[in-house]
């Protein structure tokens, strides 16, 4: 039989030779126990950070973290009100300056109007 006969005559034969054609052959990666072993004993063995540690150790460090905004935060705020304060005594300690001289001012008129 020729190659046109078998195609015509076993159409299902043609799927089943293109199918298999077209799946990829598959590689495996696998080493042999002495290489395993040789590669991970060179690497250190890392110790396991529990969660409670984990948990400790971020709490912490947020609490530090939040502690020393806040802080730096207030003293800003310290310092702005402690200028403001200031301003106010010395605007209120020149209104004082001038309410005295005024005083003296009208006294001294007083005094001059009873001598008349």
């Known amino acids: 039989m020729t190659m046109s006969?078998?195609?015509?005559?076993?159409?299902w034969l043609r799927t089943v030779a293109t199918n298999r054609a077209v799946i990829p052959a598959r590689r495996c990666f696998s080493t042999s126990p002495s290489v395993r072993d040789a590669v991970g004993s060179t690497l250190p063995?890392?110790?396991?950070?529990?969660?409670?540690?984990?948990g400790i150790f971020g709490f912490l460090t947020g609490t530090i973290v939040a502690g020393?905004?806040?802080?730096y935060y207030i003293l800003g705020e310290y310092r702005v009100s402690n200028e403001m304060l200031t301003e106010d005594i010395y605007a209120l300690q020149a209104a004082?300056?001038?309410?005295?001289?005024?005083?003296?001012?009208l006294e001294t008129r007083v005094d001059q109007l009873r001598k008349k």
Not at 96 to 105: R, S
């Open 96 to 105: 004082t300056q001038k309410l005295q001289t005024y005083i003296g001012e």
């Open 45 to 54: 063995a890392k110790k396991p950070v529990g969660a409670f540690r984990g």
């Open 5 to 11: 006969a078998y195609k015509t005559t076993f159409p």
């Open 68 to 71: 020393a905004t806040v802080y």
